[in-house]
């Protein structure tokens, strides 16, 4: 064990049987604090004739009653006291320090609120993502991101300041003026979502400033999409940049749970900070065995004004076999986050991924970054039309590149689709969290 | 580095932080400076906690 590869080495290299222990004794914990502090979970746990008594063995979690989405924005709804977090809050509002929300991207946004220990946590736990990511104090954040309500890169910024690093905010400047900022100052590394990795170096290389060679950036952590995990999408990143890219992932009911070591051999989940259950979307039968592809469900074990208690999170994920050589006991998650479970990726009878259509055309590097990917309904069809932007030196390959692409998303997808070629930056770009995926079909109540 | 830790050396050292915190606020009088300050050292406090003294308590198990 080399300890300088970890931010705590302690629970880093727990062992499996005493991590479980301690995963229990956490779940425990937070159990009975929400049945005692918070209405929502109180009745959800009372209806299901559970209380922490219960809780006798590691199994006993798999009886707990999961909590999705739709449940907090109930909890929440209606201006229900107290304003605006209603029935989930834990903790008198007086001890809540920070207001944040999701995106509201599958429907009314939830609100988030976190006491100063809380936010302490989430920081926390980003800390260890971005010292197993090789940060140190030396480094120079630099992060081109507006902060605002959303979670994003909040605490990619904090935790960069708890491990001693000297973090830029760059988010009034726009694309060019933050490129040259990065450059002025030096800065060693940055956080953004893929999208805008792979805007950015676009646009600096418009500048005349070739990221490799011009700019200082050898380290990268991605978040906000799967790209980091998409080995097409990283590499683009990296020899764009000269940089090694990690993924992170979480979310703002969450925290930031998962993340690539400097191995990038998969997502590791922390363990000791959260419990991460696979099962299967259609039976609910818990998968522990690697390579089987299952829904997410999740625990935060001491995120306290607004817990977070089996959320069945619809986001489809997988254990992997490899044990990484970074030496830490935490699982690792194969390919990130690989679609969602819900109808939402639903096309034509077939569970549509994203990230897969994302990993085919950024293969092909006759195609620029940008795709969108639409899907429409004539009668009882559904069509997939997958607009992408041919680069402009392989205008006359234009055939060749189709029946690759049409082959390429058979075998990845099992789907066929329309493809349309447009002009080189004719597709909408984004500087934050892309919608590359629109569902034009009438909604189904 | 890190090898040479000494995990209920620091246990207690946690403990006597959280303690020194807690009994800084009872005389403050309710002085808003040191309860605020007081309350946000014990929000680390509680992340060594998490991070050093809930794994111990595994450990010894």
């Known amino acids: ?39 929502f979970y109180h009745k959800l746990y009372s209806d299901a004739g559970m209380e922490p008594g219960d809780l006798k063995t590691y199994e006993d979690i798999r009886k707990v009653p999961k909590m999705e989405k739709a449940m907090m924005r109930t909890a929440q709804g209606e201006g229900k006291d107290p304003f605006p977090y209603g029935d989930i809050l834990s903790v008198p509002l007086e001890k809540v320090t920070a207001y944040r929300q999701t995106s509201g991207t599958t429907g009314q946004p939830v609100y988030q609120a976190d006491t100063w220990q809380d936010w302490e946590y989430s920081t926390e736990a980003y800390a260890y993502a971005l010292y197993a990511q090789g940060y140190r104090a030396s480094d120079r954040i630099f992060l ?22 000297e973090v830029i905010p760059g988010g009034v400047l726009n694309t060019e003026a933050r490129i040259l900022k990065m450059q002025e100052l030096k800065a060693t590394a940055m956080g953004a979502t893929p999208t805008y990795v792979l805007g950015m170096a676009e646009t600096a290389r418009k500048m005349g400033i070739d990221p490799p060679k011009d700019l200082f950036i050898r380290k990268i952590t991605v978040a906000g999409e799967p790209g980091g995990s998409i080995p097409a999408t990283r590499k683009r990143m990296e020899d764009a940049w000269g940089a090694k890219v990690y993924d992170q992932v979480g979310s703002t009911e969450i925290g930031h749970w998962g993340w690539e070591c400097r191995y990038q051999s998969g997502l590791h989940v922390n363990e000791a900070f959260y419990l991460v259950e696979i099962e299967d979307a259609d039976t609910g039968e818990p998968i522990d065995e690697p390579g089987r592809r299952g829904k997410m469900v999740v625990t935060t074990f001491n995120r ?19 044990q990484c050589d970074c030496g830490r006991t935490f699982r690792l998650l194969d390919g990130g986050i690989m ?9 034509k009878g077939v569970l549509l991924s994203p990230t897969a259509i994302e990993e085919v055309v950024r293969d092909i590097p006759q195609l620029s970054n940008e795709y969108l990917v639409v899907v429409t309904k004539k009668g009882d069809i559904d069509n997939i039309t997958l607009k992408v932007e041919i680069l402009p030196e392989y205008k006359n390959d234009e055939a060749a590149i189709r029946t690759v692409l049409v082959d390429q998303l058979r075998v990845k997808t099992n789907l066929g689709y329309n493809i349309e070629f447009h002009e080189y930056e004719s597709l909408p770009r984004s500087q934050s969290k892309s919608r590359r995926f629109q569902d034009q079909r009438p909604k189904q109540h | 580095m890190a090898e ?35 309350d946000r050292i014990l929000a680390n406090v509680k992340m060594l906690e998490i991070d050093i003294s809930d794994a111990a308590e595994i450990l010894d198990e």
């Open chain 1, 144 to 165: 081109p991101f507006g902060y605002n309500i959303f979670i994003a890169f909040w605490a990619y910024h904090y935790a960069g300041e708890k491990l001693g690093c």
């Open chain 1, 339 to 347: 679609g969602r479970a819900d109808d939402i990726t639903k096309v």
């Open chain 2, 4 to 38: 040479n830790y000494d995990i209920k050396g620091m246990v207690e050292k946690i403990k006597a932080l959280r303690k020194n915190a807690e009994e800084l606020k009872k005389i403050s009088g309710g002085i808003p400076a040191v309860e605020s300050n007081a």
């Open chain 1, 1 to 39: 064990m080399n300890s300088s590869e970890y931010w705590n080495p302690i629970l880093e290299t727990l062992p499996r049987e005493k991590l479980r222990q301690l995963q229990f004794k956490k779940f425990k914990e937070i159990f009975t604090w929400a049945y005692e502090k918070s209405r």
């Open chain 1, 304 to 322: 306290m004004a607004q817990p977070c208690i089996r959320f069945d999170v619809k986001d489809l994920i997988q254990w992997n076999s490899r």
